[in-house]
């Protein structure tokens, strides 16, 4: 059925395969990811941010729980350069400068490899770090779904006292920077 959708619709063709996975997931019990702090499901509102650690595009450790305490958005999505991801990812590039005014740290995760991603990052001239998390582990710590071994799209705002403000599990790709953006200004 999708292959008789014309490549002119790209990202319909994208929002349909997300919602008949997404849908078909949650049908056969595979939609809540079993987190290695012995709960499942998503992470909330008021939990303490995981300290884990990813892989930049150079290869280098990346802690998503800022040492620093500066409040942090790390946003999950299922993979680099489809039309949702790049629009999503692109709307952080355009806020990025507000987001460095507001003391904001922004972290992309996926489970592309650091190579995908250092291609993904220099064709759209991202500025801020993707993590490579090819083995789920960050995926598993915020217990963030998947779909075929790529993460759902969501995104979860750490405050400075690295708890989490706020949680996104429905992202749309090309206003949620800005939704990001007001609920990180509001942080006290």
């Known amino acids: 059925m999708l292959q008789s959708i014309p490549n002119t619709l790209p990202a319909m063709k994208e929002i349909l395969l997300m919602s ?3 849908a078909a997931l949650n049908v056969i019990g595979c939609g809540a990811a079993q987190r290695p702090d012995g709960g499942s499901g998503m992470l909330q509102a008021g ?4 300290d884990v650690q990813g892989r ?3 290869g280098q450790s990346v802690r998503l729980e800022e040492p620093s305490r500066k409040p942090a958005i790390v946003y999950f999505y299922p993979k680099d350069d489809t039309p949702g991801c790049t629009k999503e990812a692109c709307a952080f590039r355009d806020a990025f400068d507000q987001f460095k005014q507001a003391g904001v740290t922004v972290f992309g995760v996926s489970r592309d490899t650091a190579s995908s991603h250092e291609a993904f990052r220099k064709k759209h001239s991202l500025p801020f770090v993707l993590v490579s ?5 960050v995926q598993k710590a915020y217990g963030v779904s998947s779909f075929f071994s ?3 799209r969501v995104s979860f705002l750490v405050g400075r006292d ?3 403000a706020k949680v996104w599990p ?3 790709p090309v206003m949620h920077a800005s939704e990001v953006l007001a609920e990180a200004k509001a942080l006290p």
């Open 162 to 164: 690295g708890k989490i």
């Open 56 to 58: 930049d595009v150079t």
């Open 47 to 50: 939990a303490h941010a995981p």
């Open 170 to 172: 429905k992202v749309d």
């Open 150 to 152: 790529m993460p759902s």
């Open 133 to 137: 998390d090819e083995s789920g582990d």
């Open 20 to 22: 008949f996975l997404g």
